[in-house]
């Protein structure tokens, strides 16, 4: 392509209507590369046209991902509480411990196909992936920094500048830029690769006899909220559990009194691997969690329309509905080399 | 490849800006410049922070450690009663007691004229609050200028901050201070229905008129004063002891609309 192109000066407008489509069309490539949008899932909620991403640009995400400098002392990464073995959630923690051991008063939640989420954390009091990192970088209990400091942090590191220069075109750090390198990471964190995946487009064997059992259980009883094929309708519900501290759920972004001790849906994809359950961790296993929701008489008095009176399920479906949820576990995803340090 | 995109895409916004502005003025001489200044004080006297004791109207003495606000949406009223919009791009302002240039803003590109009035909105309009951050920079930005005056777990803005100190109020169990903290925000939500906080200001002048003319050697000006008092009288007594802690709740929209009721005052223009 380029060879064709003559040094005169009359061809140089060519020239750049030429290297501008060879660019346009070799990003589109690698954006295709980078994020596919599995055929059976929804459409994604997440502008990309806002956030093209790039291979720079997820790399930087990443580094920043799994660097501590994010935190007031350079002790807590987002990767301190969002693993990958546990699809980026934090195992074996009902709560997490932030800088100087402050204890968080929320389960973390899985990180995985956030290009489809409409809110963030539990309460969906953060609309815009974008927008997220803010919370967890300022909040006391969990990395406690200024945002200010992080930036000049970068600004003055041996390799960000340069890296937000190939990611963005700017050696200039901007909180905009900062945010966007950070989503960059966390939408490329799809999970489509179950053998429930494989079930949804067609092969049967994918699933075996109690799987297929638990399947059908869960679209009679679970699918209401845990909807589609991100097992979530996106909504903020009551699921009976009472309250063991003062955190109101979805109510203190609101401050509408039926948001009282609501919370969001969550998606139950590589459930298996991201216990402990529940907004405050307070079940450890599947088996709990199926219980707490066959069990309506303890369950609490403003608990969803859709859960009063607990939901019919024997001993046997109950195993059967466990071992679908672990169909839901993604191998691919839990260990693509992609997305480690 | 992205900056070539962003260059379009600034080349393009700066045409589409440009269209924008009304009146357009055709030439650099038919626009001029104001300047707003707010003049903070408590009651009849200046505001000073920390060391100056005030008392509410309710009756209760208190200090003032911090008073910040944001203004935008700026319009200015022509004597005929039509309005001049401040480009939208240029009509955030943070307003902070502790720093004086924040308390002199300039309107740029004023078309030339006799204007009677000034109104604006107290906050940032859900629009703003809900655009990419890219759009969202200087007074705006969530990662510099704007890290204190934005809260991060519900996404927004805080609209006005005053924080300060009473012996009114019970001693805290743990620090043993009286501390109370206002901050007050709320767009209406982004995709559920919240408080709206938002508040409108509009002020006249009571006597002449604001000039914008060619050959001004300086920029006339609308001096606002700025009552820190009415965030606890303007509608509703508010008290400290029983209200040290207002911020992202139902009361905090009677703050706002005791902010709306006449903490902006218009003293006076001044003509070059």
Aim: aromatic share 10%.
């Amino acid at each position: 392509m380029w060879k064709i192109i003559s040094p005169a000066m009359n061809h140089l407008g060519c020239l750049m209507v030429l290297s501008f489509l060879f660019f346009a069309c070799s990003r589109e490539d690698g954006e295709k590369a980078l994020f596919n949008s599995p055929g059976h899932f929804p459409p994604t909620s997440y502008d990309f046209s806002q956030n093209p991403l790039t291979p720079a640009g997820f790399a930087l995400g990443k580094k920043l991902f799994y660097d501590p400098i994010l935190s007031r002392d350079g002790t807590i990464s987002c990767n301190s509480c969002h693993q990958q073995a546990s699809a980026f959630a934090h195992a074996q923690h009902d709560l997490s411990h932030g800088v100087d051991d402050k204890l968080g008063r929320r389960n973390a939640p899985t990180l995985q196909n956030l290009a489809w989420r409409t809110s963030l954390g539990w309460d969906g009091g953060v609309p815009h992936l974008d927008l997220f990192p803010f919370d967890p970088i300022t909040n006391p209990v969990e990395m406690d920094e200024k945002m200010p400091n992080v930036l000049a942090k970068l600004q003055v590191h041996s390799q960000y500048p340069t890296l937000f220069e190939k990611a963005f075109g700017s050696k200039t750090i901007s909180t905009a830029n900062l945010m966007k390198a950070l989503s960059q990471f966390q939408l490329m964190l799809v999970s489509a690769g179950s053998r429930y995946d494989r079930y949804l487009k067609g092969q049967e064997s994918a699933l075996n006899v109690d799987e297929k059992s638990g399947l059908l259980l869960f679209q009679q009883k679970c699918a209401a909220c845990h909807a589609g094929p991100l097992q979530t309708d996106h909504s903020f519900r009551h699921n009976g559990l009472h309250p063991l501290g003062k955190d109101p759920g979805r109510f203190s972004v609101t401050l509408d009194s039926l948001d009282y001790l609501r919370f969001k849906v969550p998606t139950l994809r590589n459930i298996a691997q991201s216990g402990p359950y529940m907004h405050d961790g307070r079940l450890k296993t599947l088996a709990e969690v199926i219980e707490h929701y066959r069990n309506g008489a303890t369950m609490h008095k403003r608990v969803d329309p859709l859960l009063k009176g607990g939901i019919a399920i024997s001993k046997t479906e109950k195993n059967q509905i466990i071992a679908f949820l672990r169909s839901l576990s993604d191998d691919g995803f839990l260990k693509n080399p992609r997305f480690l340090e | 490849m992205i900056f070539r995109i962003s260059l379009f895409i600034v080349l393009c916004s700066f045409f589409a800006c440009q269209k924008n502005e009304q009146p357009s003025p055709s030439a650099k001489n038919d626009s001029g410049s104001v300047v707003v200044k707010f003049d903070n004080r408590f009651g009849s006297t200046k505001l000073l922070l920390d060391g100056t004791e005030y008392q509410n109207a309710a009756g209760e003495n208190l200090f003032i450690s911090r008073f910040d606000y944001y203004i935008s949406n700026i319009k200015l009223q022509r004597t005929d009663g039509s309005f001049y919009t401040v480009l939208q791009d240029s009509s955030y302002f943070l307003v902070r007691e502790d720093q004086l240039a924040s308390q002199r803003v300039t309107l740029r590109k004023v078309p030339l004229g006799e204007y009677k009035g000034i109104s604006f909105t107290i906050g940032i309009d859900s629009l703003r609050s809900t655009m990419p951050l890219a759009q969202r920079t200087g007074v705006l930005d969530p990662g510099t200028t704007a890290a204190d005056m934005y809260w991060t777990w519900n996404s927004g803005y805080i609209f006005v901050k005053m924080e300060g100190s009473s012996p009114a109020i019970a001693a805290d169990p743990n620090t043993g201070k009286r501390n109370f903290w206002f901050h007050i925000g709320g767009f209406g939500g982004y995709n559920q229905r919240s408080i709206n906080n938002l508040r409108q200001v509009n002020l006249n002048v009571s006597d002449g008129t604001l000039t914008v003319s060619k050959g001004q050697t300086r920029a006339s000006s609308f001096h606002l004063i700025v009552n820190a008092a009415k965030m606890m009288e303007g509608v509703q007594k508010v008290s400290l002891a029983k209200n040290p802690v207002v911020m992202f709740n139902s009361f905090s929209s009677t703050l706002a609309d005791n902010y709306a009721a006449g903490m902006f005052s218009l003293s006076h223009v001044e003509n070059y």
